[in-house]
């Protein structure tokens, strides 16, 4: 089973776009930071994680593994409630860092763990159900971008911490 799951999440990161593509040999790969800033699907994280001081973080070196929500992820959070997001900084640097697990993760993990605690503090749950895994209710659209500082897989929905 595991098997299945491991090959679609492959066939995922082989759609990736060409601004996250691996580096061709001898290449650098870009950080978290640069890959959302290089990627039009991520403007709005991007714009949030730069609003909540996090952009400079995830340019430095280190490891993380950041489950990053698309402008069309954000596009479902109510208006209201990214308003009020954007008018708090704790709040969104909360929300942003729910995101993030330090190390690197990759999908062939990912499939094997059943939570994984984020740099907020409380853990996301994760669900693999036939070809489909879920962080929280989020399902991963493309896995394992590969950056410089950790990977980076892409989710359909943004994930909110608990209360």
């Known amino acids: 089973m595991t098997r299945i799951f491991l090959t679609a999440l492959a066939a995922l990161a082989l759609a990736v776009p060409a601004a996250t593509a691996a580096p061709t040999r001898g290449q650098a790969s870009p950080s978290i930071a640069a890959i959302a800033a290089q990627t039009p699907q991520f403007s709005t994280l991007l714009s949030l994680v730069k609003k909540a001081g996090l952009a400079e973080t995830l340019s ?6 950041v489950f990053a929500p698309t402008n069309a992820a954000f596009a479902k959070v109510p208006k209201a409630t990214l308003d009020k997001l954007a008018k708090n900084p704790a709040a969104l640097k909360r929300v942003l860092l729910y995101h993030v697990v ?11 763990l059943t939570s994984a605690k984020t740099l907020a503090g409380p853990s996301v749950k994760i669900r693999v159900t036939g070809k489909t895994v879920r962080v929280n ?26 209360a």
């Open 60 to 65: 430095k070196p280190g490891a993380y593994t």
């Open 102 to 112: 330090a190390g690197k993760v990759p999908a062939a993990k990912v499939v094997t």
């Open 137 to 162: 209710a989020a399902k991963v659209t493309k896995a394992d971008v590969k950056a410089s500082n950790g990977i980076v897989h892409v989710i359909d929905r943004v994930l909110l911490p608990p």
